[in-house]
DNA sequence: CGATCCCGCCACATT
DNA sequence: AATGTGGCGGGATCG
């Protein structure tokens, strides 16, 4: 049509036209001049008559596309409009043609004006940033798209992004709350803190990986600009999701991908942030895939976020001049710093509620609390690593020079990675259990990614994770998997995101990664009670011994952050007040632990607890599960532990075998690991780290020494070849743990080392910290812990879900994920994932160390039975974190 | 010609 | 099945 019209008008002349013609000439616009629409019927005047035209017409009647367009252009533009038209055609003899052409313009308005950052300003206009809290304003999508004369898809891509900065919430079917800016803050720094978690962490691993890295995107390296590239990679992931559900389909990416994108400005320092790097990271393929087209397609929904963040002013389009030439970026002009919380006056704890509050995104301006329903929707939140200080370096902050510019890039390769591995870990976590098949297959194919779930922030993880999930996971895909680390980090990392860079993966070994400062457990089992210590112990233990068994989720609990083994120390100890004082003792106790390697390689067996495995189906893991996350993830861990190991791929094995087997009795040799420290008394931490063999992966932990004694006795009765000082505990006892925090421990667990848990608990953690999140948690554990002790055996029967089991604590910290995976083992899989509050600020972290995952192959392994079971099962896939972790909570009662 | 990015097909999710 | 959502990328337009 357009053509059409143009064609005509050319050759009349290209006037262009005055708004005058327009309106009368448009029949389009009627308002102006009801002029009949002769032109119409002569002129080709496209909207009119096509079909879509008339439709337009009759809509616009209403809501007048045309008029939108034209007011667009008038409000928008006026100027540009006036100025344009008038002059130019002006000049125009042909008034006619004229008119017919100006029509046509001013149907056709330039793409600018149709661009979707106009439409933005004007999306923005309707609405007031700060609404009186009282009022809630809602949208109408379908409204709103009439009214500013677009498509609805318009208006979503609009909406997506705001709603990544909870400006908006999507409260129901084409209905959107208006918030307002008041939680924009709050949710900058929200995001600013996950940024930087991940990004460090990322930067570790990265770092690390770089060399792996191909840089896909050579030639784009040089991205580098300034540092704007580095950082971050967030995750986010966010949550929102309305719905409780919501976490389904592909996670917006687009709202991720906005989220990611601010973050990654509010971590640089310089605040400008190339759409190249930017893109990089946001590529959720790694580097590999890389494909040229995925880049591009990220640009384009990149321009898409940048034009909306433009509108709402917090960017700004620049370039950056590069040694190679001048690329494009955007520099942000928002806010920078977030004193405080934001003002805002909620009360949460610390911990978690970033997070959440952002997903919340209740209709309430600020406030996030959520409604009911968001809340549970929300799955992960945007896990943050932690920051490490140490990880950051010095990336970059001043591109200017060469070097920098090097090292930019080089920080933007690991970005990406990180990023990658992240939306990996995420939708892992998601889909975990099939992508990991996948992921053997398509590396970073995250789709939307996304993943609602948490997040695990451990850099060093990847590489773990991805050998670790797989494998464990997944076993089926294990076998290729191991071998390429990206991928199977991303699925892996999904679940647990404490791993260690390190690279052990793919050598199976443990190995700590120089930079990395973390250790990666492999089994889920593992537990640290102390922060400190275990990063060291772990690292070297955990190799060893554990691989397996630590995995994923204790990995991060423990190791945290590779760079940061202070961040772990904060973190991990954190959590536990004692921690700190401890964490001298505790490294001392690593160290001298790590002299053990692990140890204790004690088969679970019967350690394990009977009661979960005995469970079958359940597999369970755990009391954990029960609590509250129930993770499926049993499996992940599982999955984790073995290709984690990938040293110790074949422990891994066993334990599927096991677990599908289920033989408690089986003494799998190996799995459980005990670290312990020596220091037992102090307060070291000294961990005792169980690993779980086949099935009773549930059971392992660690213990600190202190308390440990009377679990460790207990422990000990079952692992025999414990040695080690320290104690084991069984899942139970993890389930003390973290519990142990709070109270709950003690009653619980009883078998075995509740009061020593407990104790231990006590001492390590101090949880108060962890306590607004985890409060639910530990009731849980709570719950868990009794079941935990029993049940060794676990079942062949159910050998499908694995579990995961974390420490109470640690379940708040992590989000589990679970897993379907059909393809995996048809087991549903459920993947914890640990999250760090980075930023938060307290104790908490420490707490997240504390998570582990256990796995356990359905069958036998826990199973605890009952509970878990259920929890596992279907809820926790079903149920966003959250919900996960009430329902946990509620059932972990059982 | 590269940077932008509109447009809308189409898949997936939800109802 | 209808409808809401939103990924995605062709290809047009801008500069």
């Known amino acids: 049509e357009n053509i059409f019209d143009r064609s005509r008008m050319a050759p009349k002349t290209p006037i262009k036209n005055e708004p005058v013609d327009l309106s009368k000439q448009k029949g389009c616009t009627p308002e102006r001049n009801p002029i009949t629409p ?48 008038n002059t130019p055609d002006s000049l125009q003899y042909d008034m006619v043609d004229d ?112 060399q792996d890295w191909e840089y896909k995107f050579g030639e784009r390296k040089k991205e580098t600009i300034p540092e704007s590239q580095d950082r971050p990679l967030l995750d986010f992931s966010e949550p929102d999701c309305t719905s409780a559900s919501a976490s389904s389909r592909k996670d917006k990416s687009l709202r991720i991908m906005s989220q990611k994108f601010v973050m990654l400005f509010l971590v640089s320092k310089t605040k400008v942030v190339t759409l190249d790097i930017a893109a990089k990271i946001l ?27 433009t509108s709402l002013g917090l960017i700004k389009k620049v370039h950056v001049t590069e040694e190679r030439g001048r690329k494009p970026a955007f520099k942000w002009i928002g806010p920078v710093e977030f004193p405080g919380k934001t003002d805002e006056p909620r ?53 200017s020079s060469p070097h920098q510019k090097r090292q930019d890039e080089y920080c933007s390769k690991m970005i990406n990675l990180a990023a990658v591995c992240r939306q990996k870990i995420v939708e892992d976590t998601r889909t975990c259990a099939t992508e990991t098949l996948n992921s053997g297959k398509n590396p970073g194919t995250t789709p939307g990614t996304t993943s609602p779930l948490s997040l695990l922030p451990v850099p060093g993880d990847f590489d773990f994770c991805v050998n670790t999930l797989p494998q464990a996971v997944f076993p089926v895909v294990q076998a290729d998997v191991p071998s390429i680390p990206l991928q199977n980090g991303v699925s892996s990392q ?121 469970t079958p189906g359940s597999g369970c893991t755990s009391a954990v599960h029960l609590e509250g996350f129930h993770l499926d993830l049993a499996s992940p861990a599982a999955p984790l532990a073995a290709d984690k190991d990938s040293t110790r791929p074949l422990d891994s094995q066993e334990r599927e075998k096991r677990l599908q087997n289920k033989d408690p009795d089986e003494p799998s040799p190996g799995k459980e690991h005990m670290y312990k420290e020596n220091a037992s008394q102090p307060f070291l931490p000294q961990y005792v780290y169980v690993q779980p063999t086949a099935g009773l992966s549930s059971c392992n932990f660690l213990f600190s020494a202190k308390q440990a004694p ?45 009061g020593s848990f407990s104790a231990a608990a006590s001492m390590n953690f101090s949880m108060s910290s962890l306590a607004s999140t985890t409060p639910v948690f530990v009731g849980t554990t709570a719950v868990v812990n009794p079941k935990v002790p029993p049940a060794p055996s676990v079942d062949h029967q159910q050998p499908t879900h694995p579990t995961l089991r974390l420490s109470p604590v640690l379940a708040r910290s992590c989000t589990a994920v679970k897993l379907d995976s059909p393809m ?71």
């Not at 009022?135 to 609805?152: F, M, P, W, Y």
């Not at 590529?283 to 963040?309: C, G, M, P, W």
């Not at 908490?844 to 878990?868: M, N, Q, V, Y």
Request: hydrophobic residues 30%; aromatic residues 6%; positive net charge.
């Open 347 to 399: 009360g949460h704890s610390p911990m978690s509620d970033p997070l959440p509050r952002m997903q919340r995104g209740a209709c309430a301006p600020y406030q996030i609390h959520a409604t009911g329903k968001q809340r549970f929707t929300r799955h992960a939140s945007f896990n943050v690593a932690q920051p490490c200080e140490g990880t950051r370096r010095k990336v970059s902050s001043e591109p």
């Open 494 to 614: 999904t679940l647990h995101p404490s791993m260690p860079a390190t690279s052990k993966t793919e050598n199976g070994k443990p190995t700590l990664l120089p930079s990395q400062p973390f250790l990666c457990f492999p089994s889920s089992s593992l537990f640290m009670l102390c922060g400190d210590l275990q990063e060291d112990n772990l690292r070297e233990t955990l190799p060893t011994t554990e691989d397996v068994g630590n995995k994923s989720a204790e990995a991060p609990a423990v190791v945290l952050p590779a760079a940061c083994q202070e961040c772990s120390s904060h973190k991990c100890t954190s959590p536990s007040a004692p921690a700190e004082d401890e964490e001298p003792a505790a490294k001392r106790q690593a160290m001298e632990q790590s002299d053990v390697p692990l140890s204790l390689v004690v088969p679970k067996k019967s350690f394990e607890s009977p009661k979960a495995e005995s």
């Open 710 to 754: 009377s679990a460790v006795s207990l422990t000990a009765s079952q692992l025999p070849s414990l040695s080690v000082p320290c104690v084991m505990v069984p899942s139970a006892a993890l389930a003390s743990f973290p519990l142990v925090c709070s109270a709950t421990i003690a009653s619980p667990v009883s078998p075995v080392p509740d």
């Open 99 to 210: 008119n017919t052409v100006d029509e046509f313009e001013k149907q056709r308005p330039s793409r600018k004006q149709k661009s979707l950052g106009l439409l933005c300003q004007k999306f923005l206009a309707r609405y007031p940033s700060y609404p009186l809290s009282t009022e809630k304003t809602t949208i109408s999508l379908d409204e709103v798209a009439s009214i500013l004369g677009v498509e609805r898809r318009r208006i979503y891509d609009i909406v997506n992004v705001l709603e990544s900065l909870h400006l908006v919430s999507h409260v129901a079917k084409n209905r959107y709350c208006w918030h307002g800016r008041h939680n924009l803050n709050q949710t900058l720094k929200t995001l600013q803190e996950a940024g930087e978690l991940q990004y460090g962490e990322l930067m570790a691993f990265l770092q690390h990986k770089e």
């Open 38 to 85: 002769v032109k119409l019927a002569d002129r080709p005047q496209p909207d009119p008559w096509t079909p879509t035209a008339n439709l337009k017409m009759l809509v616009s009647a209403a809501s007048p596309d045309m008029r939108d367009r034209e007011k667009k252009k008038e409000l928008f533009r006026p100027i540009e409009n006036n100025e344009q038209s």
């Open 283 to 309: 590529i959720e393929e790694t580097q590999d895939t890389a494909d040229h087209s995925k880049f591009k397609t990220k640009v384009r929904r990149l321009y898409d976020i940048a034009n909306v963040l």
């Open 824 to 894: 995996c083992m048809g087991h549903p899989v459920t993947l914890l994932k640990l999250q760090q509050p980075s930023s938060t600020p307290l104790t908490p972290k420490s707490i997240r160390p504390a998570c582990h995952e256990a796995f356990f192959k359905t069958p036998g392994s826990l199973g605890d039975p009952l509970a878990w079971k259920k929890n596992e099962g279907t809820q926790t896939r079903n149920a966003s974190s959250v919900q996960r972790r009430l329902e946990i909570s509620s059932t972990s009662p059982d």
